[in-house]
């Protein structure tokens, strides 16, 4: 399960039908943080070309509160379960492209303590990850990304990753034509990396209540 990724730059990510300008200016954005985090804004592509600024996350009540309403963000959304009542709707509806520079993965380091690894391709080319997207009364547009089946590279560290698409799998799932996912065909290769949560907080927008954790 993907809980961080980072955007990069800009010049990474080369695809014909974007608004280049639009795409340039949301990922240069004085606003725009480097790691997303569950809750935090970043750019979205839209089938139009177009980018819009979303958080990350759908906000999903947790049952059983008795004195009040406590919700829950959930930041992927499993491809064998696209079809459900908490994805459903926004993967017959409503597709996105998450542009990444990576995604990180987290492992038991020699000490004991969580280590992330980030993944990334070997050329440093900029990822697109399949998402999807809602409207929440209080959080706006936001979107959660797809996981599915992990790749050879993957598999010793996590039993999913994000639904990374190959150049010619962008349009077909945008126009609603790619419904299964599979391991990805693009390369990935990792490395170990700094623990970025030890840095001091970049003001994420709080959440509502707890972040998927161990739910996939």
Do not use: H, N, Q, Y
């Given at each position: 399960m993907c809980t961080a990724y980072k955007i990069g730059n800009v010049e990474r990510f080369d695809v014909d039908w974007l608004v280049a300008d639009a795409f340039e200016a949301a990922m240069a954005d004085e606003e725009m943080y480097q790691i997303i985090r569950p809750t935090l804004r970043a750019p979205v592509a839209m089938a139009d070309?177009?980018?819009?600024?979303?958080?990350?996350?759908?906000?999903?009540?947790?049952p059983g509160g008795k004195t009040k309403q406590l919700w829950r963000t959930i930041v992927n959304s499993r491809e064998d379960k696209l079809q459900g009542g908490t994805?459903?709707?926004?993967?017959?509806?409503?597709?996105?492209?998450?542009?990444?520079?990576?995604?990180?993965?987290?492992?038991?380091?020699?000490?004991?303590?969580?280590?992330?690894?980030?993944?990334?391709?070997?050329?440093g080319q900029g990822l697109w990850i399949a998402g999807i997207w809602e409207e929440d009364k209080e959080r706006g547009q936001c979107f959660s990304m797809i996981t599915t089946e992990p790749t050879a590279a993957i598999q010793p560290v996590h039993d999913r990753m994000p639904a990374v698409l190959a150049s010619d799998q962008l349009r077909p799932f945008m126009n609603f034509e790619l419904n299964e996912f599979g391991p990805s065909a693009v390369p990935l290769v990792w490395k170990e990396t700094e623990n970025f949560l030890k840095r001091k907080p970049e003001k994420p927008m709080p959440p509502k209540g707890p972040v998927q954790g161990e739910l996939f």
């Open positions: 070309g177009k980018i819009r600024i979303m958080a990350w996350g759908f906000r999903r009540p947790v994805w459903g709707k926004a993967f017959r509806e409503r597709r996105c492209l998450i542009p990444a520079a990576s995604f990180f993965e987290w492992v038991e380091g020699p000490d004991k303590k969580a280590m992330p690894l980030e993944f990334t391709r070997p050329g």
